[in-house]
């Protein structure tokens, strides 16, 4: 279940042409999910594009997201579906923030490069 999960948001990011798309194993390191997704937009229409995609085709499934924020701000996004959190960022917020740095090299599951 969560394998097809992480395929419809991967293929969502993909089809919104989602930068640097990272999934992050972190189940034996958090409690608060098992996986990140992270995505990055090169501008706010994208951000939002591919934040309306992965909602859109999780909730097509039957998938809904529990909590969802940054919306309006369309700067940084987040999408809770439980054992999964994807954040979708506008790429100058995302190299800020630099999530990853948080988790260990050891958490990497998947990295697609654009």
Sequence with gaps: M???KLK???DACE?????????LDIKRMSSIA???VIVSGNSSTQVGALADDIEDKMEA?????TNLEGKNSLRWILLD?????VHVFHKDEREYYNIE????DD????????
Excluded: P
Aim: aromatic fraction near 12%.
């Design 81 to 85: 579906f439980d054992d999964i959190i």
């Design 2 to 4: 969560v394998e097809d």
């Design 107 to 114: 958490s990497v599951h998947e990295t697609k490069e654009d």
């Design 15 to 23: 089809n919104k042409k989602g930068v640097d798309i990272k999934v």
């Design 8 to 10: 419809i948001i991967q």
């Design 101 to 104: 740095r948080l988790w260990t």
């Design 61 to 65: 499934a039957g998938y809904h997201a």
């Design 34 to 36: 098992d996986y990140f």
